[in-house]
Each structure stands twice: as C-alpha cells, then as structure tokens.
C-alpha cells in the first residue's frame, strides 16, 4: 500500500484511542481472574498489537490485527461494555469493511478516502444522542444533573474555578455539544468545531474522579476526519518555522528523534499497564493511577497546541477533497450506511425499550423504565422491555441486597437472567404492587423465572439499575 500521511497518522490516533481505553479501566485485570476470564485474556494480545502498531505506525497489518482483535473482546463482553467502547468498535468494523472494499474493489481510490466518511457520519450521530437524552428534567435540575457533579469535582482540583457556575453546568455542557454538532456539519466551521470540541473534552478529563481521558482520546482521534486538506502541508510548514528552518536539531537526527519518542511511549504504556496488575496493593494502584494521568496530560494539551498552532495559519476558504459522506457506487453506500443506521437504532433503543446501558446516553440522569419518563419530548416509550421493573427487598445475595440498600430496582428481563446465573439465593422482590419471595426450591414451582434467556438477547439487551426514587433520577455512575 502506498504510504499516505493522513492514514498513518489517523492510525496512530487511533492506536492511542486504545491504548488509553486498556490503561483507563483497570476492569480488564479484574476480568484475568473473573466470570469473563476470556476477554481479559484476549485483551493481553490487544496490548501487544496496539504496542505493535505504536511502535510502526504505518503498518497496515498491525493494525488490522489490532483493531480486529479489539471487536473480538467487545464481541466477548457484550452487553456490558462502555459508550466509548461500543463506538470504538463500531469504527472498527467500518475500517475492517472499508480494507475489504479497498482490497477486492477499486485499489486506485486512497483507503483513508473510503474509510472516513462513514466514520465521520458515526461521530455526529453519537453527539446528537448525547444532546437528545440530556433533554430530560433531571439533568437539567443542578442538584441532580450528573453536569453539576462532575463540575464540582473539578472545581476539587481547580479551586480558583467559580462553584456558582454549577447550577449552569448542565446547560453550558448541552450547548457546547450542539455547538460542535453544528459546527462540525459546517464546512467553514469544522476547524472551529475541532477547537471548541477540544477544549471541551479536555476540561471534562480534569475530573479526577472520572477516568474520562479515554473517551477524549477518541474524540481527538475522530476529530483528524475532520481536519481541512491542506492541514498536513500547512502543519509541516509551520514546523520547519518552529525548529528553524528545520535546522534545530541538536545532537540528533530528527528520525532518531521520532525513534526515541515512540520508544518513550510503547515503554510509559507498558509499565502502566504494568502497575495495574498489582491494583490490590495501594503502591501500585496510585502509581497507575498518576501514570496514566502523566500520559493524558502530556497527550492531550500537545495534541491542542499543534492543532492550534496550524488552524490559526490555514488558508481560506478550508478545503476538502473527501466528500463528508458519498460512495459513487449504490452497494457501497449501503454497506457503509449499516453501520451508522445500527448507531441509530442504539441511540434510539432507550425509548423503544430495547436498552438503557451503552445507548449513548452516558450520565444523562434519563429515566424510562416502569412506564415513568423525564424526557421533555418523548414522555412516553414503547418500553417493550423496561415496563416491568423489580423493586428488591432483600436477599442472601449481596449485588441484590446492595441494590435494595441504594434503593435501586432492575427491569425484569435483567432479573429473570440474573437469577438463571445465580439459583442458591433467596430473594424477596415486588413487582407489579404484589411482593414475592424465592429461593432455589422454588426452581421446580416456577421454573421460567430461572430459565436462562436466549444468548443473542443477553448480547443485545443491557439495562442499567433503576433508580426507584419517586420524585428525581439521582446521577448513577
């Protein structure tokens, strides 16, 4: 394949996105140990790769491997996965689709061309998601809004911050997102767009608490889909500026330079994934902890600066070659317009009550289930699978007890499969108005409330816990 510049450099990002994904969550090291031992074995292969790929970014079978292996531990995970993984993989399979069309169809057409529509197509439908399931009373309510949480959290950190601006958060987060929305559907507007969008996710990462530098680094990495053509000419000019002409070099080469970085990062990675292997001992577990900080803080504001330092100096009116989403062919379209209808059907799969987890609706305090909405639009569901929901009273089992002590209830279909997995139990449960209570010997008296659901369903449905409380929906991590 014949080098391009803007596909090397998308695939570093994007080897970044997962990088930061493995070190962000240290779930994956429960998983070597837990119920989904197979994807946490899976995921020691997907280090490697992306470490692989990092190292010689333009290897376009290291790569493939990568991001092949990465929809394999998502397969292995399903239903319970994050937004950002979801989104991650769903790209993922519209890079593996595009190789395909690239491969065994017209080999003339650059692939980064084929790939970056339809991917960019992907990025506006998860914001508009997020803006849509944010128009609900609860978020917009400052002492329940998740906005109002994570701001305050901040302001922990940066106590110069003014904590009036809480009670605004919820609003000021809903705008920002609209206004990168529109201005990255704006020709003249992207760079803009990229800007604003940047600055947002990374005031989002100053949230300590929340290890949301994972989700920005994906941002990051979909916003170069964006970026105008002649970005790389003006980048590189603007650098030889920087270093003098090029000149300012000292005592190496600048390929020895880039050499030395990539080993900087493939063995800073490596011990942070390293740390989190031990999380038990608290040593280790802060030490993972800050590395994986170190790296964002370094990544992100870098990425910023160079981004910021080329827009300002790119020629007018932006120019791009690649048509935001067209495929000459009728069959191409199709096929990579499956993908980003798949994205809509999820986003969408809150109201048709398909699902409340992963449906692009992260810490929107939306609340559908039993039959109760606090969508300012859609105050009413089709709720095919959150209707019912099981209010726990008690249990010998502590997931179930500790839902019944937060005052949180799950929707029947996550009951029934929960039970099926765990039978020596007693629980006693309301559904309906009407209190129930079961133990394993009344797995022979009512042998469907045990039966375990069928596999594709478990796969494709994820409920999140309900909060039960009459008048809000508090913010649930």
């Known amino acids: 394949m014949k080098p391009d510049k803007r596909l090397t450099i998308f695939m570093f990002l994007w080897t970044m996105v997962i990088l930061f994904d493995l070190v962000g969550t240290r779930r994956w090291y429960f998983e070597l140990e837990g119920d989904n031992i197979l994807a946490g074995w899976f995921q020691i292969p997907l280090a490697a790769a992306a470490l692989a790929v990092l190292w010689r970014p333009a290897s376009w079978p290291r790569f493939m491997l990568m991001i ?4 394999v531990v998502i397969g292995l995970k399903l239903p319970i996965v994050s937004n950002h993984a979801l989104i991650i993989a769903f790209a993922n399979l519209t890079m593996l689709l595009a190789w395909m069309v690239w491969r065994y169809g017209d080999m003339t057409k650059p692939l980064y061309e084929i790939l970056a529509p339809s991917v960019r197509i992907q990025l506006l439908i998860l914001y508009f998601f997020a803006i849509l399931h944010k128009l609900n009373i609860d978020f917009l309510t400052p002492a329940e809004s998740c906005a109002t949480i994570f701001y305050l959290h901040i302001t922990e950190w940066l106590p110069f911050l003014p904590s009036q601006l809480a009670g605004f958060s919820a609003v000021i ?3 920002a997102e609209t206004a990168i929305l529109l201005l990255l559907c704006w020709p003249r507007g992207r ?12 005031m989002l990462t100053l949230d300590l608490y929340q290890h949301f530098f994972d989700f920005s680094s994906l941002m990051f990495a979909l916003y170069w889909l964006f970026v105008p053509d002649d970005f790389l000419t003006t980048f590189e000019t603007r650098w030889q500026k920087l270093t003098w002409r090029g000149q300012w070099y000292p005592f190496a080469t600048p390929a020895l330079y880039e050499k030395a970085i990539r080993w900087l990062l493939v063995g800073v990675f490596m011990v942070s994934m390293g740390f989190g292997f031990f999380h038990q001992e608290p040593l280790w577990f802060n030490l993972h902890f800050y590395s994986r900080q170190l790296l ?10 160079m981004f910021g330092l080329t827009a300002l100096t790119l020629p007018r009116p932006y120019r791009y070659q690649v048509p935001f989403f067209y495929y000459s062919q009728p069959l191409k379209m199709g096929l990579f317009m ?5 994205l809509i059907l999820n986003g969408f799969s809150p109201y048709l009550g398909l699902r409340t987890g992963n449906a692009f609706d992260m810490y929107s305090n939306l609340r559908i289930e039993g039959g109760r909405s606090n969508h300012l639009i859609f105050q009413r569901t089709l709720g095919l699978f959150t209707d019912d929901v099981v209010t726990i009273i008690s249990s010998s089992d502590p997931f179930l007890q500790s839902l019944a002590d937060q005052h949180l209830g799950l929707v029947y279909f996550t009951f029934r499969d929960y039970l099926s997995h765990h039978r020596n139990i007693v629980v006693t449960y309301q559904l309906q108005g009407r209190s129930r209570i079961y133990e394993y010997a009344d797995l022979f008296n009512a042998p469907s409330l045990f039966k375990q659901q069928p596999w594709l369903l478990r796969k494709l449905l994820y409920f999140r816990a309900v909060d039960l409380e009459k008048t809000t929906t508090r913010c649930i991590f």
Do not use: K
Not at 191 to 202: D, N, R, T
């Open 68 to 71: 092949g292996l990465h929809v």
């Open 173 to 175: 987060g809903i705008v």
């Open 191 to 202: 760079v803009w767009g990229i800007l604003v969008g940047m600055a947002f996710h990374s």
């Open 296 to 305: 964002w803080f370094i990544y992100g504001p870098l990425l910023i600066l």
């Open 338 to 342: 499956l993908i980003p209808l798949l």
